[in-house]
């Protein structure tokens, strides 16, 4: 089935679905705005525009929609789509919290359409490279995930500022980082979260988070986020028995690194350091470590468009799952309470 799509919410997203869909054979049927100036825009660009989701849900050529709207819209809009018989495709998150979530998958099921949400990041290079040296066991076995993702930038904009539009850290960056980890290791039972969610610079949304997820495969993660860390961390450290990669940012510049033989029959001694005499932890001789180019990935966020395409064909199934998504936001339940309480919250045990 060829995806006729109607983008609800004319946006900075909204806009790059209108620009990049096509690259996975979508049609862009309609979009619509409530805001007069981005219907303009988008009618001087060639689209039909609507100044209501209402209008573009009558429009019989479209058979799926996409919700590019402030994430407490993506409830409410995604009832009426499905009521219009309308395949629904939500932007993160798909919903505040698991009860949304569960209303909207019901309603979907009971209309007979399509449902899933743009998780686009699971199409990342950095973490498909990632996610790849873990699977080629170029690290051992794992023992530790970190996933870092600073900005010097400080504030947020618009709605994202607002509580009452779910608005935040958490439901913007997090629900991809999370997602991500979890995606990584997909048949791991997530033990406990420990979660530390801050307001630096916001007075009601969060900010900054950090999200310690332990699970029964021994692998621990830890996932950090801050609008204002001045200096960038690297963006994956992954630790093995075997290895040790790191990605420093979206790039993808980085590599793996390995002990070499030369440290492997290095005799035990003390050495003087700037931190006083240390054995463990003195300066490794040169040859002592060994490095290895990162795995190569090729990868598209449309490919999302394509495997969405096949699904509807009843060629594949579908990459975002919203048992999946429904975990995620288990997971930022689960997180937010930690923070609440100060303490580890048991999961899936």
Request: charged fraction near 25%; charge should be negative.
């Amino acid at each position: 089935m060829k995806i006729k799509l109607g983008i609800i919410g004319y946006g900075g997203m909204g806009k790059w679905h209108a620009e990049n869909a096509p690259r996975a054979g979508v049609e862009i049927v309609a979009v619509c705005d409530i805001v007069p100036e981005k219907v303009a825009e988008a009618r001087e660009k060639g689209f039909t525009a609507y100044d209501s989701a209402e209008e573009l849900l009558q429009n019989p050529e479209v058979n799926t929609v996409i919700l590019t709207v402030p994430n407490h819209l993506h409830h409410p809009m995604c009832l009426l789509a499905a009521k219009a018989g309308k395949n629904v495709i939500t932007e993160k998150p798909a919903a505040l919290n698991v009860k949304e979530l569960d209303e909207m998958e019901a309603a979907c099921k009971e209309a007979g359409v399509f449902f899933t949400a743009h998780q686009n990041r699971r199409w990342d290079r950095d973490m498909l490279i990632a996610k790849k040296a873990i699977d080629e066991n170029k690290l051992g076995n794992v023992f530790t995930i970190e996933s870092k993702l600073h900005s010097g930038n400080g504030y947020m904009h618009e709605w994202h500022i607002y509580q009452k539009y779910g608005g935040g850290m958490i439901y913007d960056w997090g629900v991809h980082l999370i997602d991500q980890i979890l995606f990584m290791m997909p048949t791991a039972k997530l033990k406990t979260i420990f979660a530390d969610i801050k307001n630096v610079l916001h007075e009601e949304v969060d900010d900054y988070f950090k999200i310690i997820l332990k699970f029964d495969n021994d692998v621990t993660a830890h996932i950090e986020l801050s609008t204002y860390i001045l200096n960038y961390q690297p963006r994956w450290l992954v630790g093995g028995d075997k290895g040790t990669l790191i990605i420093n940012t979206f790039g993808c510049d980085g590599e793996i690194y390995h002990t070499g033989k030369l440290l492997e029959k290095l005799p035990p001694q003390i050495t003087e350091t700037e931190a006083g005499p240390t054995r463990q932890f003195a300066p490794v001789p040169p040859g002592g470590i060994v490095t290895e180019q990162l795995p190569e990935v090729q990868t598209d966020w449309v490919d999302f468009y394509r495997n969405v395409s096949d699904v509807l064909d009843g060629k594949a199934d579908s990459k975002i799952k919203i048992s999946e998504v429904r975990r995620v936001l288990a997971v930022m339940e689960a997180a937010r309470e930690s923070s609440e309480l100060g303490i580890a919250i048991k999961f899936e045990n």
